[in-house]
Nanobody, 128 residues
Framework: QVQLVESGGGLVQAGGSLRLSCAAS????????MGWFRQAPGKEREFVAVISWGGGNEDYTDSVKGRFTISRDNAKNTVYLQMNSLKPEDTAVYYC?????????????????????WGQGTQVTVSS
């Protein structure tokens, strides 16, 4: 089992920045691909970013490319999402997910059904 706990959400003005953290415990963290998803009210959960188990590969949804950066610290069992130039449309609950599956094509991790563990979510609100 893996337990995931997100933190770092909050209220920020448009153009501002936030850094989300997701701390993992339980299973060996370095063997897990880690992803961030978000869900706005009335919408489905959507993929934001993923980082491979070794940290050498990343992928992002088009709407956040150039603004968000995913990273991981395997020594601290933590994955981060640095969010810059935030927009009101980034407002959502952000979820951290962990996948035990190892796929070279990171598009596999764009489907939330391919994750085995989820955190409880952290709210990000961007005001205009």
């Amino acid at each position: 089992q893996v337990q995931l706990v997100e933190s770092g959400g909050g209220l920020v003005q448009a153009g501002g920045s936030l850094r989300l953290s997701c701390a993992a415990s339980g299973r060996t963290f370095r063997n897990l691909a880690m992803g961030w998803f978000r869900q706005a009210p009335g919408k489905e959960r959507e993929f934001v970013a993923v980082i491979s188990w070794g940290g050498g590969n990343e992928d992002y949804t088009d709407s956040v490319k150039g603004r968000f950066t995913i990273s991981r610290d395997n020594a601290k069992n933590t994955v981060y999402l640095q969010m810059n130039s935030l927009k009101p449309e980034d407002t959502a609950v952000y979820y951290c997910g962990a996948s035990r599956q190892v796929y070279p094509d990171l598009s596999y991790y764009g489907n939330y059904g391919n994750y085995d563990y989820w955190g409880q979510g952290t709210q990000v609100t961007v005001s205009s």
